[in-house]
């Protein structure tokens, strides 16, 4: 194990679930250091959904200005777990009002809300490849800038066209204009 | 009409089925020794080949697809002209609307037609993992497949697999033994306004499922050996494989 002081720099302020995958000695750990338990059984949500149900009840408590909350993890493993976290941020709008982001090896995804988005992608940690992804329906009209294959008013869909492997035009701005739902993703680079 | 089928069989030391192999570019999982014996037809897409070479050294020469396809920006050049050499045939598909996943399986429906093949299943190992948007890729690809082949497909990487029930009813034999703990019913394209299932531990009945409404995960079976899925839009269906 890590020096002591090294332990105490990484406890969280509280881990939440329905426990069936935490070892008993690391959740004893974790109570013993005084972060907070907090078991939620409940088997129509998962534990990530639940507990960012938790996450803005804290945020509301300690009245904190929060920008987004950033996810790690999510996007790799059993293939319903991938999906469980899209469908999180889709019931996320619900939950908070705050962005999520979600993060995991080279992947990050983003729900882009109906409206219009302006995204700065000049930070030098962008990686190669984006992408438009309409999970759950089709968008009937998408618009975008700043990528190497723009969207004019075009349907974006599964089985009509899914925008991968795509990229950026080198004008460090990426606009998406959506009329539903819009998963953006984007690499990181390593 | 209701479309019975077994997803794991091919996996099964003792399956009938006939099926077509496609490699795509991620960790070959162990399976690919068995499922490639059996096979009727083997292609890899553009980095399969790299996984294949990789995977197989010092015995390459048991491992040689029939066709490897792509825009070549991932394959190595020595991996090319390695199975090149082996008389593989290498065919370039360099349009950049379609996936090299899409581009090999339209390939291979030609060869399937060209030998007048009887084929049950085409099993894809890969494209589970990885980059995100590369995931998504190959679920569109199991939407646009419908237009390319009448063959359904399976795809499969680690312990998951995924497959695209069409609308109308489906029966599943899901007691191969090689079934693992969860599964999972996900309308990736649209919501599913009617779905009904039987045979797993939290059922449908005439639900309606789709993101931000419910979508069905960890789910698991009820132990009678069948799952039986019917829905009104295309729905993903995705299953553990055990270990």
């Not at chain 1, 990229?167 to 680079?189: C, N, R």
């Not at chain 2, 894809?124 to 237009?147: E, H, K, N, P």
Request: include cysteine; glycine fraction near 8%.
């Amino acid at each position: 194990m890590c020096s002591s002081s090294l332990e105490q720099s990484f406890l969280p302020e509280f881990i939440s679930g329905d426990f069936d995958s935490i070892r008993p000695e690391v959740k004893e750990y974790y109570a013993v250091k005084g972060c907070e338990i907090i078991s939620t059984p409940d088997q129509d949500h998962t534990d990530f959904t639940k507990c960012l149900e938790l996450l803005q009840k804290k945020i509301e408590e300690k009245d904190l200005q929060v920008d987004v909350i950033v996810t790690l993890g999510g996007l790799g493993g059993r293939f319903d777990q991938i999906m469980a976290s899209v469908s999180t941020l889709f019931q996320a709008t619900c939950i908070t009002p705050v962005p999520i982001i979600i993060i995991q090896e080279e992947s990050l995804i983003y729900l882009l809300q109906p409206g219009k988005h302006k995204m700065h992608v000049d930070t030098g940690m962008e990686g190669d490849w984006c992408g438009l992804i309409p999970v759950g329906q089709s968008c009937n009209h998408v618009t975008t800038t700043g990528l190497k294959w723009n969207l004019t008013n075009n349907m974006l869909g599964f089985g009509t066209l899914v925008s991968t492997s795509n990229t950026y035009d080198g004008s460090g701005v990426v606009t998406v204009e959506t009329d539903h739902p819009l998963l953006w993703t984007m690499a990181i680079k390593n | 009409m209701e479309h019975a089928f077994t997803p794991l069989e091919p996996l099964l030391p003792t399956g009938k089925l006939k099926y077509c192999l496609v490699v795509l570019n991620q960790p070959l999982d162990k399976c690919v020794r068995h499922l490639w014996s059996k096979a009727l037809l083997r292609a890899c897409a553009d980095g399969g080949a790299n996984r294949l070479y990789d995977t197989m050294e010092g015995e390459r020469e048991s491992f040689l697809p029939e066709f490897i396809s792509g825009d070549f920006d991932s394959i190595r050049p020595e991996v090319k002209e390695y199975y090149a050499v082996k008389g593989c045939e290498i065919i370039s598909t360099p349009d950049q609307d379609h996936t090299d996943f899409t581009k090999c399986l339209e390939l291979l429906q030609k060869k399937i037609e060209e030998k007048d093949l009887q084929v049950d299943v085409i099993v894809t190992l890969g494209g589970l993992g990885g980059r995100f948007d590369q995931i998504m890729a190959s679920v569109s690809t199991l939407f646009q497949a419908t237009c390319i082949t009448p063959v359904p497909i399976i795809i499969i990487q680690e312990e998951s697999l995924i497959y695209l029930l069409q609308p109308g009813k489906h029966k599943m034999h899901v007691d191969t033994g090689m079934e693992g703990d969860w599964c999972g019913l996900i309308p990736v394209g649209q919501s599913c306004n009617h779905v009904t299932t039987t045979g797993l531990k939290w059922n449908l009945t005439n639900n309606m499922l789709g993101f931000g409404t419910l979508v069905s995960t960890s789910n698991t079976y009820d132990g009678s050996g069948v799952v039986t899925v019917e829905t009104d839009h295309p729905l993903l269906w995705t299953m553990a494989i055990k270990n």
